[in-house]
Nanobody, 115 residues
Framework: QVQLVESGGGLVQPGGSLTLSCAAS????????MRWYRRAPGKERELGAT???????TYPASVKGRFTISRDNAKNMVYLQMNNLKPEDTAVYYC?????????WGPGTQVTVSS
């Protein structure tokens, strides 16, 4: 059974940093792309970052230059380093992947950026 469990969220002041982690199990981690999505209150979900099998990184304009996604295939972990956080980054952040013709989601971790 695929499991994705996020951690590392919390309350941070504007301009601060957080690192999110996602522990993955139940599938061949090294053979799939991993993504971070986020959903802010009252908004549609937004793709935050993607890391491909070969390490190809993609980011939306809203986070490019501030967020960095990485993975550790030996540990089945994916990370999201978030710097210079803004109030508009406040959201629940989800780790996701595609496996066995289905998109899998973790339960999410809350990130709140506020002074």
């Amino acid at each position: 059974q695929v499991q994705l469990v996020e951690s590392g969220g919390g309350l941070v002041q504007p301009g601060g940093s957080l690192t999110l982690s996602c522990a993955a199990s139940g599938f061949n981690f090294g053979s799939v792309s991993m993504r971070w999505y986020r959903r802010a209150p009252g908004k549609e979900r937004e793709l935050g970052a993607t890391i491909g099998v070969g390490g190809l990184l993609t980011y939306p304009a809203s986070v490019k230059g501030r967020f960095t996604i990485s993975r550790d295939n030996a540990k089945n972990m994916v990370y999201l380093q978030m710097n210079n956080l803004k109030p508009e980054d406040t959201a629940v952040y989800y780790c996701t992947t595609d496996w066995s013709f289905k998109m899998w989601w973790g339960p999410g971790t809350q990130v709140t950026v506020s002074s």
